[in-house]
């Protein structure tokens, strides 16, 4: 494959002290990459060290010249009494409401407040998906979704821009099966 748009050598990351490698793997456009592991193995943290949310202690990041990030996190802010629209989030982000799935492009105009859980996640990641990105981090994309929109994110990644290189978090092993092109193993032992 042709250059890379993120690679990680050595990698460890993590918050006060390590919790999380070493690990190598590269992400080239057109993959999608899994960090499978255990509860705890740090998958989320080096998600983040991709990014630059966490600190690196030991090897690298390196990233392709002018790569723009788009990440989704896990968990949701407090959004009560916040007067901010699907739209407008969509907005910020960049990404547009073009194949957005027909139960949810009815609310777009809906304050993000009035959205089920279900609903809002998956406009979350909309936001991510569909922003102009080369790289897109999930961190656990499949979290509050029912079976539709796990069936519609599981065909949209299927189906993912070859422009793109995608790396998912994820607890659901089918999931990860089904929509990865490769899967990194995270251990669950800290580094020393």
């Known amino acids: 494959m042709a250059g890379f748009l993120i690679r990680a050598s050595g990698l460890v990351a993590g918050y006060a002290a390590p919790v999380a490698g070493p690990l190598d793997f590269a992400v080239h456009r057109g993959e999608i990459l899994g960090l499978a592991g255990p509860n705890g193995a740090g998958k989320s943290t080096l998600l983040k060290a991709l990014w630059g949310g966490v600190r690196v202690f030991g090897g690298s990041v390196e990233k392709a010249p002018g790569l723009a990030i788009s990440h989704q996190a896990q968990g949701f802010d407090d959004l009560r009494g916040i007067p901010l629209t699907g739209r407008e989030l969509l907005r910020l982000t960049g990404a547009t409401t073009d194949g957005l799935p027909a139960w949810l492009s009815g609310r777009i105009d809906e304050r993000l407040d009035r959205l089920s859980g279900g609903q809002l996640q998956f406009l979350r990641l909309w936001a991510c998906l569909a922003a102009p990105a080369d790289l897109i981090l999930l961190d656990e994309p499949t979290n509050n979704l029912d079976k539709a929109g796990v069936a519609f ?7 993912a821009h070859a422009a793109q290189g995608i790396v998912i978090v994820s607890h659901d092993h089918s999931f ?10 995270v251990g669950e032992e800290s580094p020393a």
């Open 176 to 185: 990860i099966d089904q929509v990865c092109t490769r899967v990194v193993s």
């Open 153 to 159: 994110l599981s065909d949209w990644l299927g189906h």
